[in-house]
């Protein structure tokens, strides 16, 4: 009877037992399917590390999606990192010995301590062929750990690409923002000057007229204050120019305008401007007998008005030629000079707001910014060519239709 008895408490004790092993390992189960989801949708690269570098687990497989091979992947091999790659294995490549990122585990495995904010530009291979690549920045971190009594390094290694390019882009926008700042100091301390100049000469002269001048001279004095007038009325132009530009409001009118009329208008512009027996020669050079374009006739005129004047103000004597040519789909329009040139290093700056040519020249370093940008609106393009002490040409092109 004792016997029956222990036998059934055995076996319902089995039973018992059997039941809960049975739920601890559906449990277990359950518990390594969770953690491995939560494991493979962190936001980040895992990988666990030997101190050989191997990489025996990781939440992903490639950057390609590729599965790693049967032989645990080296930690560059895993990312597929250029160097690594190309040398066949990470660690390997003349390259790798200055990876900080080996560094930092060799530091880990060293003193047991974790590492984390590692930033790293790395370049990837994104195909199996190693014919696609991808430039990126990573955030690395590293944390020592024993599993089953043997050193290990999780890696943790983050995408921070987006990050970085944004933090590129506010770099370079604060360094615009300081640049603006500084040139527009240059501007008002130098627009105060450039003011005052013509201002000063107009007030002068109109009380040296008071006084009832011989007509030689009363002519002169006319003369010098209808010049710094239209200095004066250019420099203004200039400013409002440049304000609706930056504002986004400056207006283009677009219609038929026949070119050797804008030109010759301009040229007889310019010619009465000049004193008497000025040594500097202005000349249109026609070449087509009518031509047609259609765009802005104010606009136009004012780019080529703004490379005149520069070209007759550093022009001392000989001569400023200016024309146009059709060249394919384009309009070419050229001023050139026989004056002074400028200097290699300087012509890169010269299209640059508040910069000038020449520091002893009037004006206030704002006109061929804004040429430029009139001639990028329309679709065109501008430029100069020049050789110190034989002169300069600018030149700017329009989109151009052919006649019909």
Partial sequence: MLYVIGTGVLAAFCVLLAVRICYQRRYIRTSDRINDCIFRNVAAYLLLI?????????????????????????????????????????????????????????GVFRTKKG?????????????????????????????????????????????????????RELEKARVRAEESDRMKSR????????????????????????????????????????????VLMQQLSDILDLSKIEAGTLGYEYSDVELNAVMEELEGGFRMRQPENSPVRITFHRK????????????LIQVIANLLSNAVKFTSEGS??????????????????????IPEEHRG??????????SFRQGIGIGLAISKSIVETMGGRIGVESRPGKGSTFWFTLPCKPEQ
């Fill in 349 to 358: 700056q010269l299209f640059q707001r508040f910069v000038k040519a020449g």
């Fill in 187 to 230: 501007f008002l301390a130098n627009m105060s000057h450039e003011l005052r100049t013509p201002l000063n000469a107009i007030i002068g002269f109109s009380e040296l007229l008071m006084d009832d001048p011989a007509p030689t001279e009363k002519q002169e004095y006319m003369r010098i204050i209808r010049s710094n007038g239209e």
């Fill in 115 to 167: 590492f984390s904010g590692l930033e790293v530009p790395m370049v990837l291979y994104t195909s199996d062929d190693h014919t696609e690549t991808v430039d990126c920045d990573v955030s690395v971190a590293g944390n020592f750990l024993t599993v089953a009594g043997q050193p290990r390094v999780v890696l943790t290694v983050s995408d921070i690409s987006a990050q970085k390019r944004t933090q």
């Fill in 288 to 299: 087509y007998p009518v031509r047609y374009i259609r765009t802005d006739r104010k606009r």
């Fill in 320 to 341: 400023v030629d200016f024309g146009f040519e059709i060249r394919g789909g384009e309009l070419y329009v050229y001023v050139a000079d026989t004056g002074a040139g």
């Fill in 50 to 106: 030997d101190p050989d570098f191997n990489v025996l687990q990781t939440n992903y497989r490639s950057t390609t999606g590729t599965a790693p091979k049967a032989a645990p992947p080296k930690v560059g091999n895993q990312l597929r990192c250029k160097n690594g790659e190309d040398a066949g294995v990470c660690g390997t490549h003349e390259l790798c010995a200055d990876c900080p990122v080996r560094a930092a585990i060799t």
